[in-house]
């Protein structure tokens, strides 16, 4: 079932001459973990503004198309409506959090919804089990390290309990190891939740081993849609510049080479095994 659908889209900021996204038709079903990737500049962040409503609504601009999520049109709902289905993690956890405290920071989307005190308590407490950070609940967000401000604005959307997750590039700011564990924790939600997962990621290395399906853009549009174990044999991936994971560089080196692993592995756990299974396979 369709939880996210765009038809059409293509929308142009305020004052610019083309369009920043152009004729995207989307479809993204219940419980996905999708992966949106592609050069600067071509689209991604624009896109995840449209899911949660903050285009049109907050940006302006003129947006052709529609938007559908959890059956609301977002031209037709305000952006607090939307946020009981979708929520939107920026790039920079500094750019949403402000309260002195992480519980504050983490309620304050429930008290602004008017929620009963019993219920706004159950939910942050949950948020902050569930992302690992209950022991930090009395501490100041700007004390914290960068992966656990990540963790502080990732519980504060999950306490509005949405359908849909979006996160855009949340591992930019992270070493790899803070950002290997957060996305071991969003996909721990995606699997044991059903929460649906948009996320824009650049380090393919690390995130593409969670994903069923990676969509890649380039200057606005869709350029190719597929399961990451098909979309990253495209030759265009590598004409548009999108770096290909290091185990899937070495699979193509290796299929050059006359070695067939019988499919491209995802991460180095998998290539090693299907490397192991080649050797035995000749021995025998």
Avoid at 3 to 30: G, M, Q, S, V, W
Avoid at 57 to 72: K, S
Avoid at 246 to 255: A, I, N
């Amino acid at each position: 079932m369709a939880i996210l659908e765009t038809r059409n889209l293509t929308y142009t900021y305020p004052f610019a001459e083309n369009p920043a996204i152009k004729d995207i038709n989307l479809t993204i079903e219940k419980g996905e973990f999708v992966i949106i990737t592609g050069p600067s500049g071509c689209g991604k962040t624009t896109l995840c503004r449209c899911f949660n409503g903050l285009i049109p609504h907050f940006y302006g601009g003129n947006l052709e198309g529609d938007v559908i999520v959890a059956g609301l049109n977002t031209r037709e709902h305000p952006i607090y409506e939307l946020a009981k289905h979708v929520g939107l993690v920026f790039q920079n956890p500094e750019n949403q959090l402000f309260a002195l405290t992480v519980e504050k920071d983490v309620a304050f989307g429930l008290e602004n919804l008017g929620l009963p005190r019993e219920e706004i308590h159950r939910r942050v407490d949950w948020a902050l089990r569930v992302t690992g950070i209950y022991d930090l609940k009395d501490r100041a967000p700007f004390e914290l390290s960068g992966g656990q401000q990540q963790r502080v604005a990732i519980a504060s959307v999950l306490a509005m309990q949405p359908e849909i997750i979006v996160l855009d590039e949340p591992t930019s700011f992270l070493d790899p190891l803070s950002a290997k564990s957060i996305l071991e924790s969003i996909y721990q939600l995606n699997r044991e939740l059903g929460i649906t997962v948009i996320l824009v990621e650049h380090r393919l290395d690390l995130a593409v081993r969670y994903a069923n399906r990676v969509i890649i853009m380039d200057q606005g549009r869709i350029i190719l849609d597929n399961s990451p174990r098909e979309v990253f044999l495209d030759a265009r991936v590598k004409l548009i510049g999108v770096g290909l994971p290091k185990v899937v560089r070495l699979y193509l080196l290796l299929r050059e080479d006359n070695v067939d692993l019988g499919r491209t592995p995802l991460s180095p756990e998998e290539l090693s095994d299907l490397i192991v299974g080649v050797l035995k396979s000749d021995k025998s």
